[in-house]
């Protein structure tokens, strides 16, 4: 089934998509994400995932081809709160906010009860094997098809992709920094042959125990960006910092976008 008429589906039953950023994004909830998933692996063919935050948002303006690659996949979500605050503002309000992170918890758990085989591919070596052993721990009838760490040479890539399409996974999560994972996924798509494919960034090293994700609170009110900066400040605070700024003005010019769009000069 082509990937037009997958989403044409996927519009009908659950309703129409909202358009910022230059990118289409899934107003759905958690249970609809994972019921659209699972709409996915019973259809065949490939899927792919694509969590929005504001870091995406402001790399979209140096990267066109990354914002291609957001419109181009047929789940798309609002990973980042200041996303979905956003979206009420200019009257297009999302349902909730539904992270990469929390999707995969709810993947996987599906997994786990409807026995579909998943396959992890990212991570250090001993990050990704204390996740493996988390998840056997907590759901021992998870079906893990195979896992490999995320380090490898050019050159080995056509073997990696070859495992994982040998190992007939139902859904692949690629635990890799961006804008990698968004360019492995859709490089090497439709030769995976996997029928749902997504990045989950760092949610291993949360599995595994190396990092803590915000409590529930913190998350609620949107400043899990600030919990991950106090974890790794050298590291975070310039990003969030001047990722912010720029997401300020992106955000004017979508005002400006808007106001343009209806007022009557422009009918």
Known sequence: M?????QKFALEKYGARIHLFGCD???LTASEAVNRVESFIQQGGSHCYFALNVHK???????PELCQIANRSELVTADGQPIVWVSKWLGKPIKQRLTGADL???LIQMAAEKQYRVYLLGGRPEVLQRAVNSYRVRFPRLQIAGYRHGYWADDEEN???AAIRDARPDMLFLGMSSPHKELFMDRRLNELQVPFTMGVGGTLDIVAGVTRRAPLWIQRIGFEWLWRVMQEPR???KRYLFDGIRFFYIVIEEVF?????SSPESR
């Open 25 to 27: 994004i899934d107003n």
């Open 257 to 261: 976008i808007k106001r343009s769009r």
């Open 104 to 106: 995969m918890g709810h």
């Open 235 to 237: 590291r975070m605070f």
């Open 57 to 63: 948002v402001v790399a979209f303006r140096s990267s």
């Open 2 to 6: 082509s990937s037009a008429i997958v």
């Open 159 to 161: 073997d990696i992709v």
